[in-house]
């Protein structure tokens, strides 16, 4: 190991790859690099395997990962995607918060914290990770789903009280550790910060947009302005004492109302990725293991708190405001984990001196554990609601009436020849089709902006899941002649479910007699559903490449050429 410490370079190239190996395992037990990283920090800590000798030049590197990662979350905060949120957003995200940081609260002092302690601890378990959540709802396909728009509303919310809670912090710490501050040096930091504030909205009234617009032309030139423009903030904000983690904030809200938003934030995914693996190496060489031991009891506390907690707040609110339970369910398991952000603002605590190694040590193993599981609980989601449906009726009204408006009513089947499920293009070209032939066509979507397309078509929609057996059972089919599926079978880690076989058996078990097409993508799964009693299993992509040899050919005057 002695080789190793020779050189920064030799150091860095173990962290690494070892991060490699250890992400892979997570890979395989389909765990988010989060988890990985933090797991790679506690082995590289002094009380493992002791890698991690040039510390100040990782602890750099981790300031830069905050500001990165703080710089991101800024280009998010778009002030007119802030002003459109929802209520059910609003509502569910600070209905969240308020329930997580009381209850909380409450519990680590039952759990002998002292009140100040129990406050950071509570506050912390308020935030859920956007990354993971939009990572798992992507991959499962339902990030446009009603559930998952909720989520992403809230999501939002949090974000916004990311905000406040680390300027509170900034404000109440200003200066370093236990030093309380005094009223002048306070007042410094305000005027200080209003000063950056100032300078800010000046950038984005008067020099973002040109700027910007004339370095988008290099996508290279793009990313090193971002970050440039994200430490350069931050260190901005730590001199002038409200901290690095809102320089860098502000350098991404001064860029969110441009139209090269979502291109900075895409380039700067990977490099965020990246730098965060320093951060926590840092932060889990800078744990004891005997501390983290001595946490096992409150840790298993606090995260049945989260995990089953949260859930439940986020369900009540939503079956208050008119959802059915489906729909909470799915939703709440969103807000079943704390966040990369619960470090950030306990590390910051710490900096501050309001709290010790022991209560980031809770918090680290809290994230740990509800990180790791909430993968498996949104993985395995509508099996957990298949299981769980019984008991969660005392969470939906009798009638779902926000939901109802929320898709703008529900058709109802009886009286239409044909019920397709899944209106993307393939779904939307086959209606069309049916439609001009003169039969009566309803559309089946989970994504409200496509029931608002389809509707534009002059067709009845109705907001339903393939995947829901409820949802199949209450139509009435009685005059359908045939049902179709062009819902896209994605055959990523995390989906869960097939939804044409879903769909099939829930329309056996409602002893439906018509004929059920079901759109496959690979041949091998055409079999298997004719086998389990579909009618017709339509091959789109092979219907398409048939139709396009015929236009190819179809127009040569002779064969192919033979031979030589």
Request: aromatic share 10%; with cysteine; proline share 3%.
């Amino acid at each position: 190991m002695d080789l190793a410490f020779a050189n920064i370079f030799y150091e860095i190239a173990l962290l690494v790859l070892l991060a490699a190996a250890v992400g892979f395992v997570g890979l395989l037990l389909k765990q988010p690099l989060v988890v990985a990283f933090i797991a790679v920090g506690v082995l590289a800590g002094p009380d493992a395997l002791g890698l991690v000798s040039s510390v100040e030049f990782i602890e750099t590197l981790s300031q830069i990962s905050i500001a990165v990662l703080l710089f991101l979350v800024g280009l998010k905060l778009d002030v007119s995607l802030v002003r459109n949120l929802g209520t059910v957003a609003l509502a569910t995200g600070i209905g969240q918060i308020l329930f997580t940081s009381l209850f909380g609260f409450i519990i680590c002092l039952m759990l002998g914290f002292s009140p100040l302690v129990s406050l950071y601890i509570a506050i912390a378990l308020t935030f859920s990770s956007t990354i993971i959540i939009v990572k798992l709802l992507s991959d499962k396909q339902e990030i446009g789903a009603l559930h998952g728009k909720i989520a992403l509303g809230f999501l939002i919310v949090q974000d916004i009280f990311v905000v406040l809670a680390m300027v509170t912090l900034s404000a109440i710490g200003v200066g370093v550790g236990d030093e309380v501050a005094g009223v002048w040096e306070v007042a410094q930091v305000f005027i200080g910060g209003l000063l950056m504030l100032g300078a800010v909205i000046l950038f984005i009234r008067y020099v973002a947009n040109p700027v910007l617009a004339h370095i988008a032309r290099s996508s290279e030139l793009m990313v090193i302005f971002a970050v440039g423009w994200a430490i350069s903030l931050a260190a901005a904000g730590d001199a002038l004492g409200f901290g690095k983690e809102l320089g860098g904030l502000l350098a991404g809200v001064s860029l969110a109302s441009t139209q090269y938003r979502e291109a900075v934030a895409s380039r700067l995914a990977s490099l965020r990725d990246f730098l965060l693996l320093f951060f926590f190496i840092h932060l889990g060489a800078s744990l004891q293991l005997a501390t983290l031991g001595d946490q096992v009891g409150p840790a298993v506390v606090l995260s049945l708190f989260v995990l089953i907690g949260n859930p439940l707040v986020v369900l009540a609110i939503m079956g208050f405001m008119g959802y059915r339970k489906r729909t909470g369910f799915l939703a709440g398991l969103t807000v079943a984990q704390i966040s990369e952000f619960s470090l950030i603002f306990m590390a910051m605590a710490i900096t501050i001196g309001h709290v010790g190694e022991e209560a980031m040590g809770l918090v680290t193993l809290v994230g740990l554990v509800t990180i790791a599981l909430s993968v498996y609980m949104i993985t395995w989601s509508h099996k957990l609601f298949d299981w769980l449906e019984p008991w969660l009726g005392v969470f939906e009204r009798q009638h779902a009436h926000r939901e109802a408006t929320d898709t703008q009513g529900a058709a109802e089947a009886k009286g239409h020849d044909f019920v397709i499920f899944g209106l993307g293009r393939y779904g939307c070209r086959i209606g069309a089709q049916l439609r001009d032939l003169g039969y009566r066509v309803l559309g089946v979507d989970f994504d409200p902006e496509a029931l608002t397309h389809w509707r534009d078509m002059g067709m009845d929609a109705a907001y339903g899941d393939a995947t829901d057996p409820e949802f199949v059972a209450h139509l009435d089919l009685g005059d359908v002649k045939a049902v179709v599926s062009a819902v896209p079978r994605d055959r990523g880690a995390l989906t869960e479910a097939d939804p044409q076989l879903t769909l099939l058996h829930g329309l056996q078990a409602a002893n439906f007699t018509g004929q059920v097409f079901l759109s496959v993508q690979q041949m091998a799964e055409a079999d298997r559903l004719l086998n389990q009693g579909a009618s017709v299993v339509l091959k789109p992509f092979d219907d398409a490449a048939d139709y396009a040899v015929r236009q190819l050919t179809g127009g040569l005057a002779s064969g192919p050429p033979g031979p030589g």
